[in-house]
């Protein structure tokens, strides 16, 4: 079973369609974290959100942490194909502790 | 900077060969991090270190894993002997700070155990 749950576990949309990928749990986080993974490659970082009800913004991307930090969620505003990838939310229980991932959610942007 | 550096990126052996798996993290990186991914189970950790230190090695499947780093540029995950389910790709990650920070993945090693 997945401390975090991720949903859905995959989604396939045209170029310029927007998306919401959801990180879930039934724990409180410190901070969580999404990450980017393209095949071949490790994940790479994208943001970092610790306080709840924080909304950050990274270009078309926008990253929501829930009031209660228990959930977060990644919106991707007119998709690209260069958006394609396994994307992992990672939650950390306490200040100073490891990561859990999430089982991830593979995106596919068709152009 | 070179970043994360894995070694072999690709390893095929036999069931019951010892496999080591090489790390460099980055140049004054002090935390460590050995990931496994599957798809069946995702991406998990199997064990950190902070200073060279082990410190939570929860995640390591059962006594046939280990891992060493002997100084702050170098670490490796011995897989001995290694079987058919220990196929999968294995990240090395590193951070600046101990703790929630950014982690910084390796390539990975793609193991395949026949």
């Known amino acids: 079973t997945q401390l975090l749950e991720q949903s859905p576990q995959f989604l396939s949309i045209q170029e310029g369609e927007n998306l919401t990928v959801y990180c879930n749990s039934s724990?409180?986080?410190?901070?969580l974290q999404w990450y980017r993974q393209e095949p071949g490659e490790g994940p790479v970082l994208l943001v970092t959100v610790v306080t709840g009800g924080e909304v950050k913004k990274l270009k078309r991307l926008t990253f929501q942490f829930g009031d209660a930090r228990k959930d977060s969620s990644l919106h991707i505003t007119a998709a690209q194909p260069g958006d394609t990838g396994l994307y992992l939310c990672a939650g950390a229980v306490a200040a100073g502790n490891k990561l859990t991932f999430g089982g991830g959610t593979r995106v596919l942007v068709k152009p | 900077d070179a970043g994360v550096i894995q070694s072999p990126r690709h390893e095929v052996t036999e069931m019951g060969q010892e496999v080591t798996l090489r790390c460099k993290p980055i140049?004054?990186?002090?935390?460590l991090f050995w990931y496994r991914q599957t798809m069946m189970r995702g991406l998990e950790l199997l064990i950190y270190?902070?200073?060279?230190?082990?410190?939570?090695d929860s995640g390591m499947p059962e006594d046939r894993f280990s891992a060493k780093m002997p100084n702050a540029s170098f670490s490796t995950l011995k897989i001995q002997p290694s079987e058919p389910r220990d196929s999968a790709v294995y990240f090395c990650?590193?951070?600046?700070?101990?703790?929630?920070?950014?982690?910084?993945f390796g390539p990975g090693t793609r193991l395949t155990v026949l």
């Open positions: 270190f902070n200073n060279n230190v082990p410190i939570d």
């Open positions: 724990s409180v986080f410190s901070s």
């Open positions: 140049s004054g990186h002090n935390s």
């Open positions: 990650a590193s951070s600046q700070l101990a703790g929630v920070d950014t982690q910084y």
